[in-house]
C-alpha cells in the first residue's frame, strides 16, 4: 500500500509562487500515475493537474494551466507541484494522489491512494 505525505503549504500573497511536495512510501512508485486534486471549503474536491507513470504525459485543469507545473522525481519517490501567479481561487486544502491502474487520469475514481492534504491559503 502506497503511503503519500504532501508538504510545501502555507500562507502566500496573490501573485506568489508556491512549491507542493509528496513523498511516497512505495519503492514501486514509478508504477503509478500521479495527480494533484484541490478542495475548497464549501466546495468538491476538484482536479488540478495529473502525470503518468514516465513523467511524460501530463493534463491541467484548465484554471492552472500556464501558472502550475507538476513534475516527478522517481529516484526522490516524489511528485511536485510549483504554482506560480497564485489566486485567492487557488486557496485550499491540495490533496495528492496515486493510481494504480490509470495512464492519466483527471477523475479522483482512478485513484487509489491519497494523502492527507496540504493546506494552500492565499492573501490579497
Known amino acids: 500500500q502506497v503511503q503519500l505525505v504532501e508538504s510545501g503549504g502555507g500562507l502566500v500573497q496573490a501573485g506568489g509562487s508556491l512549491r507542493l511536495s509528496c513523498a511516497a512510501s512505495?519503492?514501486?512508485?514509478?508504477?503509478?500515475?500521479m495527480g494533484w486534486f484541490r478542495q475548497a471549503p464549501g466546495k468538491e474536491r476538484e482536479f488540478v493537474a495529473a502525470i503518468s507513470r514516465t513523467g511524460v504525459g501530463v493534463d491541467y485543469a484548465d484554471s492552472v494551466k500556464g501558472r502550475f507545473t507538476i513534475s516527478r522525481d522517481v529516484a526522490k519517490n516524489t511528485v511536485s507541484l510549483i504554482m506560480n501567479s497564485l489566486k485567492l481561487e487557488d486557496a485550499a486544502l491540495y490533496y495528492c494522489?496515486?493510481?494504480?491502474?490509470?495512464?492519466?487520469?483527471?477523475?479522483?475514481?482512478?485513484?487509489?491512494?491519497w494523502g492527507q492534504g496540504t493546506q494552500v491559503t492565499v492573501s490579497s
Open positions: 494522489a496515486a493510481s494504480s491502474w490509470a495512464a492519466l487520469a483527471t477523475n479522483q475514481h482512478s485513484y487509489d491512494y
Open positions: 512505495e519503492r514501486t512508485f514509478s508504477h503509478y500515475a
